[in-house]
């Protein structure tokens, strides 16, 4: 099973850019990258996903290099409400998320 | 549309007690999972459900927990008996289809105090 690597935490101000930048060096042919965002109380709820290059939605972008060992969440300017949890997944989501989820980043946005 | 739905949300026991945890998935939701959280660690998947068959039960820790899901609905999942090493948060989700289209959605969890 592919393991994940993040940063712990980070701490950005409303209005920035965050980058949160997960490490997947044994990532499978067949696996795909999922991020999810969870806040206190409530469970994982689904951002983005990717397999490679890059993948954009109305909430973030991922950004995949072509070796797949990383992949680069991108929060456009974020706001006091994206203080949250996010985990990033890597396997084959078909049959539940078998790969543990990490840690994840805890995300603290600033006024 | 209600989302995937957890009772209760909270639940405190005695070791050696039993525990029924109930998940409600979205509405045609065919595929509902149950992953959980215990104290200090990752989440984990513990099993898949396709309908009302078990699709894969790899995760389950051990024989005192059994999941079930009748009718292929809702799905409860038992803990007996409890021990202390249970306590945490079990998440249950659903999804609409095994591709990669269609995403989990995630309940709130039920947090599990064992004691």
């Known amino acids: 099973l592919a393991k994940t690597t993040q940063p712990i935490s980070m701490d950005s101000y409303e209005g920035q850019e965050v980058n949160i930048t997960c490490s997947h060096n044994n990532i499978a042919t067949n696996d795909y990258i999922t991020w999810y965002q969870q806040f206190p109380s409530q469970g994982p709820r689904f951002i983005i996903q990717?397999?490679?290059t890059k993948v954009t939605n109305e909430v973030a972008s991922l950004f995949i290099p072509a070796d797949r060992k990383s992949s680069t969440l991108s929060l456009p300017r974020v706001s006091l409400s994206d203080t949250a949890v996010y985990y990033c997944l890597v396997g084959d989501p078909t049959g539940g998320f078998k790969t543990i989820f990490g840690a994840g980043t805890r995300l603290f946005v600033k006024a | 549309e209600a989302g995937v739905t957890q009772f209760p949300s909270h639940s405190v026991i005695e070791k050696g007690q039993t525990v029924t945890l109930r998940c409600d998935p979205i509405?045609?939701?065919?595929?509902l999972y149950w992953y959980r959280r215990v104290m200090g660690k990752e989440i984990k998947f513990l099993l898949h459900f396709v309908k009302e068959s078990k699709q894969d039960e790899s995760g389950m820790p051990n024989n005192r927990f059994l999941a079930e899901r009748t009718g292929g609905t809702y799905s409860t999942l038992k803990v007996q008996p409890a021990e202390l090493e249970d306590s945490g948060v079990y998440f249950c989700?659903?999804?609409?289809?095994?591709?990669?289209?269609?995403?989990?959605?995630f309940g709130p969890g039920t947090r599990l105090t064992v004691t």
């Open positions: 989700a659903s999804s609409l289809g095994q591709s990669l289209s269609y995403e989990q959605y």
């Open positions: 990717g397999y490679k």
């Open positions: 509405s045609g939701h065919d595929n």
